[in-house]
């Protein structure tokens, strides 16, 4: 009795278990999925999709014509109206106003180092006081004025001595010169100028040269030439007395 009992018992629990498996069937069918056709609502199209943009008004397109300001410490490129390229080339050929002023300002170039020059003159104008003693031979080469050479500007390079030039005066001026040399002393005597020669007009004559106004006590091949000298030639007729200088003074 008690097994038949349980055995009914266990059928109902078998029953209940399917009736319980049908509702719930039922309730969790899903629903199909409509078809394109099925729908009731059309799709809308892609431009009712997007939002609907209102034109622009003034201010916001002036705010868009208008670049953003460049951030702090970046320099805004400033449009000159100058091609892309070498800035140079749109200069023009002789400069800025500025640039000349600013050259025209600077001190000038270092002057280029200048020949040195002396001024030399040749004169026996000390005979025309002495015609008497002068050799009868030599009066034709007397000049009317004393002047075998006026003044002259000569060039001559540093170390140069007034021998060295006299040389050089009397050569380019196709004037008579004789001299000798005494290599002991390392002294050039000036024997004659012009044909003009020691003892021509007295016992006291012959040449001396005289320095910015001044007789010097040496030889001629012993004296350097300075940038400006004036070197004078004279001919004495009385040991230098008659010319400024020399044992007559």
Same mark, same amino acid.
């Given at each position: 009795m008690?097994?038949?009992?349980?055995?009914?018992a266990a059928l109902?629990?078998?029953?209940?278990?399917? *009736?319980?498996?049908g509702?719930n069937?039922q309730?969790t069918?899903p629903?199909?999925?409509p078809?394109p056709? %099925?729908?009731e609502?059309?799709a809308?199209?892609a431009? %009712?999709?997007?939002p609907?943009?209102?034109?622009?008004?003034?201010t916001?397109?002036?705010?868009a $014509?208008t670049?953003?300001?460049?951030p @702090?410490g970046? %320099?805004q490129?400033v449009e #000159?109206g @100058?091609?892309?390229?070498n800035a140079?080339?749109?200069?023009?050929?002789?400069? &800025?106003?500025?640039?000349q002023?600013?050259?025209?300002?600077?001190?000038?170039? #270092?002057?280029?180092?200048t020949?040195?020059?002396?001024?030399?003159s040749?004169?026996?104008a000390?005979?025309?006081e002495n015609?008497?003693?002068?050799?009868? $031979?030599k009066?034709d080469l007397i000049?009317a004025? +004393?002047?075998l050479?006026?003044? *002259?500007?000569v060039?001559?390079?540093?170390?140069?001595?007034?021998?060295?030039v006299?040389k !050089? @005066?009397?050569?380019?001026?196709?004037?008579?010169?004789?001299f000798?040399?005494t290599p002991? =002393? %390392?002294?050039? =005597?000036i024997?004659g100028i012009g044909?003009l020669? $020691?003892f021509?007009?007295?016992?006291g004559? +012959?040449w001396m040269? !005289?320095?910015?106004?001044?007789?010097?006590?040496y030889g001629? &091949? !012993? =004296?350097?030439?300075a940038?400006?000298?004036?070197?004078e030639?004279?001919y004495?007729c009385?040991?230098g007395?008659d @010319?400024g200088? +020399?044992l007559?003074?």
């Amino acid at each position: 009795m008690k097994t038949a009992k349980r055995l009914c018992a266990a059928l109902l629990a078998l029953a209940l278990i399917f *009736t319980l498996a049908g509702c719930n069937a039922q309730t969790t069918e899903p629903t199909p999925t409509p078809t394109p056709a %099925q729908s009731e609502t059309p799709a809308p199209d892609a431009a %009712q999709d997007a939002p609907a943009t209102s034109a622009p008004s003034e201010t916001e397109r002036q705010e868009a $014509e208008t670049p953003a300001a460049p951030p @702090v410490g970046e %320099q805004q490129p400033v449009e #000159s109206g @100058v091609p892309e390229g070498n800035a140079s080339d749109a200069l023009p050929t002789g400069g &800025s106003s500025d640039s000349q002023d600013s050259s025209s300002n600077k001190p000038d170039a #270092s002057p280029e180092s200048t020949v040195p020059t002396c001024t030399v003159s040749i004169s026996c104008a000390a005979i025309l006081e002495n015609l008497d003693r002068l050799n009868a $031979e030599k009066a034709d080469l007397i000049p009317a004025d +004393g002047v075998l050479l006026a003044p *002259t500007a000569v060039e001559f390079t540093e170390g140069e001595s007034i021998f060295d030039v006299l040389k !050089r @005066v009397c050569r380019e001026n196709k004037i008579h010169m004789e001299f000798s040399e005494t290599p002991v =002393y %390392q002294s050039a =005597y000036i024997e004659g100028i012009g044909n003009l020669y $020691e003892f021509d007009c007295g016992e006291g004559s +012959g040449w001396m040269y !005289r320095v910015n106004g001044e007789f010097p006590n040496y030889g001629c &091949s !012993r =004296y350097t030439l300075a940038d400006g000298d004036t070197v004078e030639w004279v001919y004495t007729c009385d040991f230098g007395a008659d @010319v400024g200088g +020399g044992l007559g003074a």
